[in-house]
Each structure stands twice: as C-alpha cells, then as structure tokens.
C-alpha cells in the first residue's frame, strides 16, 4: 500500500450474491456490477430456478439490468427432490455453473428444497462425475436452536456427504461459526467456503442492542463474538479455499422492518469498503486480494480477473436508502460512515 492508503487489486467477483427479479433485480445489478466482474447468482426466486431454460432466461433479465458494464453472472440451479441427474447434465451443459442446496425450510425461498438430502443422491453423483460444485446452506431445520444450527449441520450432514461423494466440490456457503471455520480449513481441496461482511463485522449483539434492529438479521444468523474472531482468523490466514460472498439479500425496507422482518442484508453497493474496515481490523490487508479475487476463480476452475480496481482509504457516508421512496431499499450500516471506497469503477465494455 502506498502513502495515499490506496490499494490496487485485480477485479473481484462475488461468490453468492441475490438479485431478485423485476424492478429489485434492475436497482440492484448495477451495484454489483460497477465493481464485480463476475457473481454467482442464487436460484431462490419464487418460483425457483429448478432447470437449464430458467437459468438461462434469468440470465438474459441479469444482464439487460447490467447495462453497458462489463458483468458476467454465473448461474446456479435449485436443487428440489425432483431434481434429476437429467436435469442436472443439462444445466452443465448449458452454461450453469453450481446447483444449491437448502434444506427445506431452512431460509427465504427454501419451501421447496430438499426435505432429506438422500433424495438427491443421484444427481450428487452426477454432479461429481460432471465436475459441478454443490453449493450448500449448512443449516439443519426443525426444532433445533436457531445458533446451533450450522455446526449441528456439519456434523449431521456435511461430514457424511463429504464421506460419500469424496471428489465432489463443496462450497459451504456464508459460514459464521469456529466449527466451520475449523472444519473448511482442515478439509481436502475439494471444499470451500464463502464469507459475508456482516460475519466478519458483526456478533449476535448487532440484532439486539437498544432494541430489535431488523436490518442486521440474516441466516444463518449472526453468531457470539468467539465465532466471528474464528471467521477473522481465517481470512487472515493462508486458506486459499475461503473467498468473498456477499450474501447480499436486498428486501425492501417494508419487508424487513415487520413483525416478521425477512432474513437478509443488503450489502452489494458497499461490500468492498465493508470487507476492506473487516480485513483492515485484524491487519490482514494482504490477504484481502487473494480473497476477493483469487481463491474464488481458482477453486471454480475459471481464470482470475485481469483488470484491476482501486480502493482507497478515505470516508464517506452510505446513503440511507436506494430505489424507491414508497418502499426503498435500506443497505446495511444505512447512513453510517465508511472509511474505505472504490476508488475507479470499472470501464464499460
Ligand atoms: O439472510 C438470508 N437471506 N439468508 C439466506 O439464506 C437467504 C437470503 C435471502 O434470499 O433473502
Ligand atoms: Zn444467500
């Protein structure tokens, strides 16, 4: 870093990023794509993105809202009971790039996903046999204490998976606990996991300090202080399995702020300078490229970015809202200030 606190990175991608659809998908996109070269794209809309035509048509909506910027969005199939090794070959060889897994139940959109993993045991194996990585919510369901979830899930479920289907590509999605943590540093070459800001800059405190404070819950949900040290541990040590995924999750201020508020944050307009006051805390600033640009596309098996950007340490305030004044989009830390931006968004194509 030179004297001017300006930091020169190749172009990031987002690792597990929301868009929604319709007029949400056209505020957001733009965000994400002024910075991003490149995002994985999550099927949970309503009704799902279950098969290779839907994919293919919500990418045509991603990339008309992108505009002029050079954005790629790298699409991701829902996986249901229904899901058919069939189904999965054609969505490879249509272009999508991972299929997801959430547990039935376990978060926003996820009534219609896997009620037990065996179900899809067949498309596993073709997944494996196809070299399509499985993207997992590691949440359990049912009566099961809404804190202890991801690491019940490790346990129960991953573990075992891992055990069956050895060569299948795992990206343990937004993990926010030591036991995570501990399990994906340790694991073979074949797991990964993506980090939100929001795990790396908050405990379970943020939700309920002075009162419940909606815009700060997400799931898996904000965990004690022992387990964000654990996640700001990792990304400042030399895992290159562990890369950035916003979770950015946009709902609109109505549906978050009620008496039973949506799970999500918004965070794609100002994940950088988010990540950067994370990395910047525990002096792992040098870790932060590797993190935002390398470990992603290498464990993909995709090429790594070759323009850059620019960051630079300098303070500003995140508006309160974005997009409609009826019933606007409020961003995580809304109004507060940050002390890192981008400096250059990237050229049009
Ligand atoms: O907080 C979350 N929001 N977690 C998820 O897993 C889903 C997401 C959403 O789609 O809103
Ligand atoms: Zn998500």
């Avoid at 954005?71 to 249901?80: A, C, D, R, S």
């Avoid at 009566?143 to 490790?154: G, L, S, T």
């Avoid at 937004?174 to 797991?191: D, L, W």
């Avoid at 996991?193 to 929001?198: E, K």
Wanted: charged share 20%; glycine share 6%.
């Amino acid at each position: 870093m030179n004297s001017d606190m300006t930091l020169t990175i190749t172009q990031p991608d987002d690792w597990h990023l929301h868009v929604r659809d319709g007029d949400m998908l056209k505020l957001v996109v733009p965000h994400t794509a002024a910075v991003f070269k490149r995002a994985i794209i999550m099927p949970n809309l309503k009704p799902p993105i279950t098969n290779a035509a839907m994919a293919n048509a919500y990418k045509k909506r991603i990339v008309a809202a992108a505009g002029n910027q050079d954005f790629t969005p790298l699409m991701t199939l829902y996986l249901t009971d229904e899901t058919t090794p069939n189904i999965i070959s054609e969505a490879k060889e249509a272009g999508v790039i991972a299929a997801k897994l959430y547990p039935a139940g376990a978060t926003t959109n996820s009534a219609a996903g896997v009620t037990d993993v065996k179900k899809i045991y067949q498309s596993l194996e073709a997944m494996q046999q196809l070299n399509m990585p499985l993207l997992v919510h590691g949440e359990v369901t049912g009566d099961v204490d809404v804190f202890d979830r991801e690491a019940m899930y490790i346990d129960n479920i991953l573990i075992p998976l891992v055990k069956n289907f050895p060569a299948l590509k795992i990206v343990m999605e937004h993990i926010t606990t030591q036991q995570a943590a501990e399990y994906v540093s340790q694991a073979g070459e074949n797991i990964g996991a993506t980090i939100t800001p929001q795990h790396l800059l908050y405990n379970r405190n943020a939700i309920l300090s002075g009162g419940i404070r909606p815009h700060y819950y997400c799931l898996p949900i904000l965990k004690r202080e022992q387990h964000r040290q654990a996640l700001l541990a990792l990304v400042g040590s030399d895992c290159n399995r562990v890369f950035l995924g916003t979770d950015s999750a946009p709902h609109s201020q109505h549906a978050k702020e009620s008496d039973c508020g949506c799970a999500g944050c918004y965070s794609a307009y100002h994940a950088m300078p988010l990540y950067l006051e994370a990395f910047e805390s525990v002096n792992a600033l040098d870790k932060f490229e590797a993190f935002a640009s390398f470990n992603g596309p290498d464990f993909y098996g995709l090429p790594r970015n070759t323009s850059k950007i620019q960051l630079q340490k300098k303070s500003w305030t995140l508006p309160e809202s974005f997009g409609d004044a009826a019933d606007p989009l409020v961003p995580l830390k809304a109004g507060e200030t940050l002390q890192w931006q981008v400096k250059n968004s990237k050229e049009a194509k």
